[in-house]
């Protein structure tokens, strides 16, 4: 038993490691948008026709979206209805770990090797992947493949043919699919540069790629809805395109930061011109990931497969010391003892409600949904931007103000997105009147508040527990 | 005396004053209107139900009770260091705290000899071992870089994880770091020389151990049956008389939370041990430094440092155990760590000329010390910082004179009301118990806190003799600008309180219905 185990420790350890990654994957299931995820996934599973128009607000009815995830949503209402929202969050668990294992298998890393990218994954993409699955998980997975089939293209090109039905599948699960399209401009454009062969083959596959995305419901204009993304000033007020900085705890900049020194010493001890690619692709992306935080995790997705075979290349064998053994082995006993006990109960995944989403995720109020669904709000009202999805997921009947969906939405001049930052940020109560709204939800915590709790000639307080308050006006 | 144990004397005189410096500056330079209080800023929360402790046996206790918690008066607890100090303090005169004081200094000593002749166990070179002393003695993390990472790095507030900062702490800290090298190094002695009596004396440690810090035991047995497994020792009847020994205080506390006594404190003690990364930076430099150094250790001519290698992997491996008090089982850690750190320090340089390898030790010590004179600098800044006006640290004169009243007037029975300041010294000036003082050994801390908040605006004289009754008060003592009176509190108001103590505007009422 225990020469078996010297012969097979390495193969035991790298298991391990994947094991770890999963554990380390799963978080409580917290997506701010789930609910408008879960309703379009519904219509178009009830109906078999795709929601094309918004039911949802008040503030634009009917306004023509090009929802890019619109095959991600049936696929959530299925999952949803089927195995809850701890099946969300293992199911998160289970495509994250898929990404890390495309991304660093075939390479040939040692236990030690998998270990460090494996921590690094972890801490990089949990500002992404913390929710649990998210339609922006399955561009990460999207990502993964195409870079890994890029990075395998040199040795084994006929790998490319899959890149065009990648990009078909991709432009109808997310918007990410333009992101793609642009690694595929850079390694297209070194790969004449520098004159490697199969460059035309990987033109074509591009130029099929680039009509393929077409095929989707809305053709074009999911490149429209990806260009508002890339030069919108609006997008700043929204969480995830914030900059990545030590204010953000589930950034984890240092991590980043030590990832980004490592792949430096990497690309510097190697000095090969052909990693061109490579630079360019991760240099754009590490870019991006400062500027806008949701874009970390793409980073160190699209940096898997190539730091892996740096990694690999590297030549750096830590494995021979009795030291790295041990260490490996206490480490993975310290995580996995942490995560078992300190990490999963905490996360209530065998008993998940709507209280434990809610304290994961916006904080938002259950019980406020629990009575607006017994009493629906009337005429037009003013609610959080982050309890939108939340209320449209529980199915109340009602319009509502704003929702995750609609930062980008405008219609004539008119965007509801900036009247909502205008009054709830900055207290505008001459907008605030103006609307002359018939109900008001808010966060305790809110800034506008103290005008509606205080202004009791005006509004009255409908229901109120620790979370929020529901305000109607006195007739 | 040779030159040797001099310099190594030296040495734990200097990291004794370095240590202390900030209670001896706040000594030196004290306000006229404050109290030496002897606090820092660290784990200050605690300092005075030790001293509750020293007090109760100054004032002739044997065994003690848990003056926080007046409603189970249990009377049952054994802190042998606590009475042997209680008991000097009776038969000296010297008062509580200067007992206190004193016994840290005497521990640290008695902790660094015995450190010393376990550092002597694995380094024949007297250089090397007055290096690693050093090291052990004051290294920390990276603590002081990265606290603006938002990281709870390990050396900036858990005692157990540090030498250094163990030894600000109070005395049974320190002495039960003595215990646990004493333990190791008697235990190495037997085992590496199959000598039964060292197990004796090794069972004498852990024994002593069990009764100042039981925690340690969990940790401490795993590691003797390791180690007697590693060193194949042929000392089988010797060894479980050792763990019978040992055991003897950890089935003691078992007794008295299946007697009630304890429960609560055992439920409310959470102490759960911070993320990785908080222990990566929280031992910092010593990390790489000890890999090299277990690389070096686990090659067959070092069997020696294998007990180092068990201690510190089966210390590791039990920092996530799921108990409550997991946190407090890292103690210790950085013993073993400190010593591999230096055996991999010296990998490196053992090349280099000896006055090259001096100094480049020493630089490396520099290095590694760093974080532990941010923390002194913290307490120069939190002790330097208070006012007559606001205060934590220190106590003003006429609160210290309202106690010494309450100690002189009042018996052991009585139980006295405070605000969570007040009542957090109380026990520890007069030996009198609270109806709260300490956020663990007060049970059900917070809802005392929702109780008493009631009563101090409550005009239902019913309702304020049902509590005062219910809690066995029998006293309230009311402090200068104290916080009660902010929030609202009269007690000349009340009709169950009589005014017994007014002078310089701190008072004390005496509970008119006692029981």
Same mark, same amino acid.
């Given at each position: 038993m225990l020469d078996w185990l010297k012969k097979h420790h390495s193969q035991i350890f790298l298991v391990l490691v994947y094991l770890l990654t999963f554990l380390y994957l799963i978080?409580?299931?917290?997506?701010?948008?789930?609910g408008w995820h879960f309703r379009y996934g519904e219509y178009l599973v009830k109906t078999?026709?795709?929601?094309?128009?918004?039911?949802?607000?008040?503030?634009?009815?009917?306004f023509a979206w090009a929802n890019h995830s619109w095959l991600y949503d049936p696929l959530l209402y299925l999952l949803y209805t089927k195995i809850g929202f701890s099946g969300l969050s293992l199911a998160g668990a289970l495509v994250a770990i898929l990404i890390f294992f495309i991304g660093t298998?075939?390479?040939?890393?040692?236990y030690w090797q998998l270990g460090m990218l494996a921590i690094f994954y972890v801490k990089i993409t949990q500002v992404t992947l913390?929710?649990?699955?998210?339609?922006q998980s399955l561009g990460l997975l999207l990502i993964v493949i195409l870079v890994t089939l890029l990075v395998q293209s040199r040795k084994k090109?006929?790998?490319?043919?899959?890149v065009p039905p990648l990009f078909l599948l991709w432009a109808n699960l997310h918007g990410t699919f333009t992101l793609g399209l642009f690694l595929l401009f850079i390694f297209l454009v070194s790969g004449f540069i520098l004159k490697f062969a199969h460059t035309w083959r990987l033109a074509a596959v591009t130029v099929l790629a680039i009509g393929l995305?077409?095929?989707?419901?809305?053709s074009h204009r999911v490149y429209i809805e990806g260009l508002k993304h890339l030069f919108?000033?609006?997008?700043?007020?929204?969480m995830e395109w914030q900059p990545t900085n030590?204010?953000?705890?589930?950034?984890n900049l240092p991590y980043f930061l030590a990832f980004l020194g490592l792949l430096a010493a990497l690309f510097l001890a190697r000095?090969?011109?052909?990693d061109l690619p490579y630079w360019l692709s991760l240099g754009f992306l590490a870019v991006q990931a400062f500027l806008h935080r949701r874009y970390l995790s793409m980073f160190i997705v699209a940096a898997l497969p190539i730091a892996s075979l740096l990694v690999a290349e590297?030549?750096?064998?830590?494995?021979?010391?009795k030291v790295t053994v041990l260490l490996f082995v206490v480490i993975s006993v310290v995580l996995l003892e942490r995560g078992c006990?300190?990490?999963?109960?905490?996360?209530h995944l065998a008993h998940y409600t709507f209280d434990d989403y809610c304290r994961f995720s916006t904080n938002c109020s259950p019980k406020l949904a629990e009575f607006l669904l017994a009493n629906p709000p009337q005429g037009k009202g003013f609610n959080n931007y982050d309890w939108g999805g939340f209320f449209i997921g529980r199915g109340i009947q009602a319009k509502w103000?704003?929702?995750?969906?609609?930062?980008l939405w405008q219609k004539a001049g008119y965007r509801p997105f900036a009247d909502y930052l205008s009054i709830y940020y900055e207290k505008n109560t001459d907008l605030f009147n103006q609307y002359n709204f018939d109900w008001v939800i808010l966060r305790n915590?809110?800034?506008?508040?103290p005008e509606l709790k205080y202004n009791s000639l005006a509004w009255k307080t409908v229901f109120s527990d620790e979370k929020a308050s529901y305000f109607t006006r006195k007739k | 005396m040779k030159k040797e144990y001099l310099l190594a004397i030296l040495i734990a005189l200097g990291v004794l004053l370095l240590n202390n410096s900030p209670l001896i500056w706040d000594r030196l330079t004290l306000n006229p209107a404050f109290t030496f209080?002897?606090?820092?800023? *660290? #784990?200050?929360?605690?300092m005075y139900t030790y001293l509750s402790l020293i007090e109760q046996g100054k004032q002739g206790r044997l065994v003690f009770a848990d003056?926080?918690?007046?409603?189970?008066?249990? @009377?049952s607890l054994v802190r042998p260091a606590y009475l042997f100090i209680g008991k000097f303090a009776q038969i000296t005169g010297l008062s509580t705290l200067a007992s206190y004081q004193l016994f840290r200094l005497v521990f640290t000593l008695l902790f660094s000899l015995l450190l010393y002749q376990f550092i002597s166990l694995f380094f024949a070179d007297a250089r090397k071992r007055l290096i690693t002393f050093s090291v052990v003695l004051l290294s920390s993390g990276l603590g002081i870089l990265t606290r603006q990472w938002s990281?709870?790095? @390990?050396?900036?507030? *858990?005692?157990?994880?540090?030498t250094f900062l163990a030894l600000a702490e109070a005395p049974h800290f320190i002495l039960s770091q003595a215990l646990i090298v004493g333990g190791f190094g008697a235990l190495l002695q037997a085992f590496s020389a199959n000598r039964g009596k060292y197990l004796v004396y090794a069972g004498l440690f852990f024994l002593l151990l069990s009764f100042e810090h039981p925690y340690d035991l969990v940790v401490m047995l795993p590691i003797l049956g390791v180690t007697y497994l590693v060193f194949r020792a042929r000392l089988k009847p010797e060894l479980f008389g050792l763990l019978l020994l040992s055991s003897l205080g950890v089935l003691y506390q078992i007794y008295l939370v299946k007697q009630g006594a304890l429960l609560s404190f055992y439920t409310q003690n959470v102490l759960a041990s911070p993320a990785p990364v908080a222990f990566f930076s929280g031992f910092g430099l010593l990390l790489p430094l000890a890999l090299v150094g277990l690389e070096k250790s686990l090659?067959?001519?070092?069997? %020696?440092?294998r007990l180092l290698v068990i201690w510190l992997v089966i210390t590791a491996v039990f920092i996530?155990?799921?108990?409550?008090?997991?946190?407090?089982? *890292?103690?210790? *850690?950085h013993i073993p760590l400190a010593i591999l750190a230096s055996l991999g320090l010296f990998a490196l340089?053992? %090349?280099?000329p000896r006055k090259m390898f001096t100094g480049c030790s020493l630089f490396a010590l520099m290095l590694l010390s760093i974080t532990n004179l941010y923390t002194l600098y913290q307490d120069y800044q939190v002790l330097s910082r208070e006012t007559p006006q606001d205060y934590y640290y220190h106590l003003l004169k006429e609160e210290t004179a309202a106690m010494n009243w309450l100690k002189e007037n009042t018996g052991a029975q009585d139980v006295i009301l405070a605000n969570w300041f007040y009542g957090n010294l109380l026990p520890g000036l007069t030996g009198r118990a609270v109806y709260?003082?300490? %956020?663990?050994? @007060?049970?059900d801390f917070t809802k005392k806190i929702d109780r008493l908040n009631q009563f101090l605006l409550s005009q239902d004289p019913s309702l304020d003799r049902d509590f005062l009754e219910e809690n066995r008060i029998t006293y309230v003592f009311v402090g200068k600008n104290d916080a009660m009176l902010h929030y609202?509190?009269?007690?000349? %108001?009340? #009709?169950s309180l009589t005014r017994v103590y007014a002078e310089n505007g701190v008072e004390i009422y005496q509970v008119k219905i006692l029981h």
């Amino acid at each position: 038993m225990l020469d078996w185990l010297k012969k097979h420790h390495s193969q035991i350890f790298l298991v391990l490691v994947y094991l770890l990654t999963f554990l380390y994957l799963i978080y409580p299931y917290s997506d701010f948008d789930w609910g408008w995820h879960f309703r379009y996934g519904e219509y178009l599973v009830k109906t078999g026709k795709l929601l094309r128009e918004d039911i949802f607000s008040w503030t634009l009815p009917g306004f023509a979206w090009a929802n890019h995830s619109w095959l991600y949503d049936p696929l959530l209402y299925l999952l949803y209805t089927k195995i809850g929202f701890s099946g969300l969050s293992l199911a998160g668990a289970l495509v994250a770990i898929l990404i890390f294992f495309i991304g660093t298998r075939g390479f040939g890393l040692t236990y030690w090797q998998l270990g460090m990218l494996a921590i690094f994954y972890v801490k990089i993409t949990q500002v992404t992947l913390e929710e649990g699955l998210r339609s922006q998980s399955l561009g990460l997975l999207l990502i993964v493949i195409l870079v890994t089939l890029l990075v395998q293209s040199r040795k084994k090109p006929q790998v490319l043919y899959l890149v065009p039905p990648l990009f078909l599948l991709w432009a109808n699960l997310h918007g990410t699919f333009t992101l793609g399209l642009f690694l595929l401009f850079i390694f297209l454009v070194s790969g004449f540069i520098l004159k490697f062969a199969h460059t035309w083959r990987l033109a074509a596959v591009t130029v099929l790629a680039i009509g393929l995305t077409l095929v989707n419901p809305f053709s074009h204009r999911v490149y429209i809805e990806g260009l508002k993304h890339l030069f919108n000033p609006w997008l700043e007020n929204v969480m995830e395109w914030q900059p990545t900085n030590f204010t953000c705890s589930s950034c984890n900049l240092p991590y980043f930061l030590a990832f980004l020194g490592l792949l430096a010493a990497l690309f510097l001890a190697r000095r090969k011109i052909a990693d061109l690619p490579y630079w360019l692709s991760l240099g754009f992306l590490a870019v991006q990931a400062f500027l806008h935080r949701r874009y970390l995790s793409m980073f160190i997705v699209a940096a898997l497969p190539i730091a892996s075979l740096l990694v690999a290349e590297a030549k750096i064998s830590l494995e021979r010391y009795k030291v790295t053994v041990l260490l490996f082995v206490v480490i993975s006993v310290v995580l996995l003892e942490r995560g078992c006990f300190v990490r999963l109960p905490t996360y209530h995944l065998a008993h998940y409600t709507f209280d434990d989403y809610c304290r994961f995720s916006t904080n938002c109020s259950p019980k406020l949904a629990e009575f607006l669904l017994a009493n629906p709000p009337q005429g037009k009202g003013f609610n959080n931007y982050d309890w939108g999805g939340f209320f449209i997921g529980r199915g109340i009947q009602a319009k509502w103000f704003i929702d995750g969906r609609m930062h980008l939405w405008q219609k004539a001049g008119y965007r509801p997105f900036a009247d909502y930052l205008s009054i709830y940020y900055e207290k505008n109560t001459d907008l605030f009147n103006q609307y002359n709204f018939d109900w008001v939800i808010l966060r305790n915590d809110s800034p506008l508040m103290p005008e509606l709790k205080y202004n009791s000639l005006a509004w009255k307080t409908v229901f109120s527990d620790e979370k929020a308050s529901y305000f109607t006006r006195k007739k | 005396m040779k030159k040797e144990y001099l310099l190594a004397i030296l040495i734990a005189l200097g990291v004794l004053l370095l240590n202390n410096s900030p209670l001896i500056w706040d000594r030196l330079t004290l306000n006229p209107a404050f109290t030496f209080l002897g606090r820092r800023a *660290i #784990n200050s929360q605690d300092m005075y139900t030790y001293l509750s402790l020293i007090e109760q046996g100054k004032q002739g206790r044997l065994v003690f009770a848990d003056l926080y918690n007046p409603v189970v008066q249990t @009377t049952s607890l054994v802190r042998p260091a606590y009475l042997f100090i209680g008991k000097f303090a009776q038969i000296t005169g010297l008062s509580t705290l200067a007992s206190y004081q004193l016994f840290r200094l005497v521990f640290t000593l008695l902790f660094s000899l015995l450190l010393y002749q376990f550092i002597s166990l694995f380094f024949a070179d007297a250089r090397k071992r007055l290096i690693t002393f050093s090291v052990v003695l004051l290294s920390s993390g990276l603590g002081i870089l990265t606290r603006q990472w938002s990281i709870d790095s @390990t050396d900036l507030w *858990i005692p157990e994880s540090l030498t250094f900062l163990a030894l600000a702490e109070a005395p049974h800290f320190i002495l039960s770091q003595a215990l646990i090298v004493g333990g190791f190094g008697a235990l190495l002695q037997a085992f590496s020389a199959n000598r039964g009596k060292y197990l004796v004396y090794a069972g004498l440690f852990f024994l002593l151990l069990s009764f100042e810090h039981p925690y340690d035991l969990v940790v401490m047995l795993p590691i003797l049956g390791v180690t007697y497994l590693v060193f194949r020792a042929r000392l089988k009847p010797e060894l479980f008389g050792l763990l019978l020994l040992s055991s003897l205080g950890v089935l003691y506390q078992i007794y008295l939370v299946k007697q009630g006594a304890l429960l609560s404190f055992y439920t409310q003690n959470v102490l759960a041990s911070p993320a990785p990364v908080a222990f990566f930076s929280g031992f910092g430099l010593l990390l790489p430094l000890a890999l090299v150094g277990l690389e070096k250790s686990l090659a067959k001519e070092a069997p %020696k440092f294998r007990l180092l290698v068990i201690w510190l992997v089966i210390t590791a491996v039990f920092i996530y155990f799921p108990l409550p008090f997991q946190r407090r089982l *890292i103690e210790g *850690i950085h013993i073993p760590l400190a010593i591999l750190a230096s055996l991999g320090l010296f990998a490196l340089l053992d %090349k280099l000329p000896r006055k090259m390898f001096t100094g480049c030790s020493l630089f490396a010590l520099m290095l590694l010390s760093i974080t532990n004179l941010y923390t002194l600098y913290q307490d120069y800044q939190v002790l330097s910082r208070e006012t007559p006006q606001d205060y934590y640290y220190h106590l003003l004169k006429e609160e210290t004179a309202a106690m010494n009243w309450l100690k002189e007037n009042t018996g052991a029975q009585d139980v006295i009301l405070a605000n969570w300041f007040y009542g957090n010294l109380l026990p520890g000036l007069t030996g009198r118990a609270v109806y709260l003082g300490h %956020k663990i050994q @007060t049970p059900d801390f917070t809802k005392k806190i929702d109780r008493l908040n009631q009563f101090l605006l409550s005009q239902d004289p019913s309702l304020d003799r049902d509590f005062l009754e219910e809690n066995r008060i029998t006293y309230v003592f009311v402090g200068k600008n104290d916080a009660m009176l902010h929030y609202g509190f009269q007690p000349e %108001k009340k #009709n169950s309180l009589t005014r017994v103590y007014a002078e310089n505007g701190v008072e004390i009422y005496q509970v008119k219905i006692l029981h």
